[in-house]
């Protein structure tokens, strides 16, 4: 039973990582587009992405929010960035 009970555990956790991992993506894209759209302010731009990390729905401990910068960051200066910085408020 307690070989089962860790087998579950560890498929709840895989799933959660992995329902993290696309709801990660899916903020990248909203990201690039907001980013690049010049009829979006940058202000809301940033307020929605804000948004966004707020609702995300992580494990404690998770390292998600650790790559969820590496995953966001666009290249320093680019044109039309949006000036969100994950975990701000």
Same mark, same amino acid.
């Given at each position: #039973?307690?070989?089962? *009970?860790?087998?579950?555990?560890? +498929?709840?956790?895989?799933?959660?990582?992995? $329902? =993290? =991992?696309?709801?990660?993506?899916?903020? !990248?894209?909203? !990201?690039?587009?907001?980013?690049?759209?010049? *009829?979006? &302010?940058?202000?809301?731009? =940033?307020? #929605? +992405?804000n948004h966004l990390l707020e609702s995300m729905p992580l494990?404690?401990? %998770? %390292? $998600?929010? &650790? #790559?969820?910068? &590496?995953? +966001? =960051? @666009? /290249? /320093?200066? *680019? /044109? @039309?960035?949006? @000036?969100?910085? /994950?975990?701000?408020?």
């Open positions: #039973l307690r070989g089962r *009970a860790r087998e579950r555990e560890q +498929l709840q956790a895989e799933a959660s990582e992995r $329902f =993290a =991992a696309g709801y990660i993506q899916c903020m !990248h894209e909203v !990201h690039t587009f907001v980013s690049t759209c010049q *009829a979006i &302010d940058a202000t809301v731009a =940033a307020e #929605l +992405l494990r404690e401990g %998770s %390292s $998600f929010r &650790d #790559l969820l910068g &590496d995953a +966001l =960051a @666009g /290249p /320093p200066g *680019a /044109p @039309g960035r949006s @000036g969100w910085a /994950p975990g701000g408020g």
